[in-house]
T-cell receptor
Framework: RKEVEQDPGPFNVPEGATVAFNCTYSNSASQSFFWYRQDCRKEPKLLMSVYSSGNEDGRFTAQLNRASQYISLLIRDSKLSDSATYLCVVSSRGGTSYGKLTFGQGTILTVHP | ETGVTQTPRHLVMGMTNKKSLKCEQHLGHNAMYWYKQSAKKPLELMFVYNFKEQTENNSVPSRFSPECPNSSHLFLHLHTLQPEDSALYLC????????????FGPGTRLTVL
């Protein structure tokens, strides 16, 4: 089983649509959770952190379910500029006190006019 | 944005060449990372340095040799690479451990002939 698993998509949605991405992780000791965004041929950038209480940033809402080891990202009112690959990212301590990030393979989103 | 810079941006090398990738961060961070991103694969963590000390080596072949002379600079020395090592190599930094946001450089796109 992959450490972090995402549906690779692609998701093709019209402008204004609501789209949801899901992610599961295998390490129950994982501590922190993030969504990163990667545009074509660019580096990944943090979109938002994910908390058990859920968090919202404008049109983006992230949820974490520790019991199910499941993370989600909801994008409302999609814009053309939302087209990108969305990476589910989990941090764990591993064998050190500093920890490391594990990335999912990413979900490709294309928003069309 | 120039928080994390990488040089060169593109590199083509033969299997017998020796080359080095350079990363510099201007964010005052204490942790630096090397990742490999191949087509259709998740980002793979290669090495982690915290306060100039290597704290993670993710079973990377010895033909990749990292060097971290100070908290702001990170190198990846390459020798006798294989064509399957062709990928985007991304450097990142964070304030300290992996639970902190990681900021990525633009990457070096490496082609091994």
């Amino acid at each position: 089983r992959k450490e972090v698993e995402q549906d690779p998509g692609p998701f093709n949605v019209p402008e204004g649509a609501t789209v949801a991405f899901n992610c599961t992780y295998s390490n129950s000791a994982s501590q922190s959770f993030f969504w990163y965004r990667q545009d074509c041929r660019k580096e990944p950038k943090l979109l938002m952190s994910v908390y058990s209480s859920g968090n919202e940033d404008g049109r983006f809402t992230a949820q974490l379910n520790r019991a199910s080891q499941y993370i989600s990202l909801l994008i409302r009112d999609s814009k053309l500029s939302d087209s990108a690959t969305y990476l589910c990212v989990v941090s764990s301590r591993g064998g050190t006190s500093y920890g490391k990030l594990t990335f999912g393979q990413g979900t490709i989103l294309t928003v069309h006019p | 944005e120039t928080g994390v810079t990488q040089t060169p941006r593109h590199l083509v090398m033969g299997m017998t060449n020796k080359k080095s990738l350079k990363c510099e961060q201007h964010l005052g961070h204490n942790a630096m990372y090397w990742y490999k991103q191949s087509a259709k694969k998740p980002l793979e963590l290669m090495f982690v340095y915290n306060f100039k000390e290597q704290t993670e080596n993710n079973s990377v072949p010895s033909r990749f040799s990292p060097e971290c002379p100070n908290s702001s600079h990170l190198f990846l020395h390459l020798h006798t690479l294989q064509p399957e090592d062709s990928a985007l190599y991304l450097c990142a930094s964070s304030r300290s451990g992996a639970t902190d946001t990681q900021y990525f450089g633009p990457g070096t796109r490496l082609t091994v002939l």
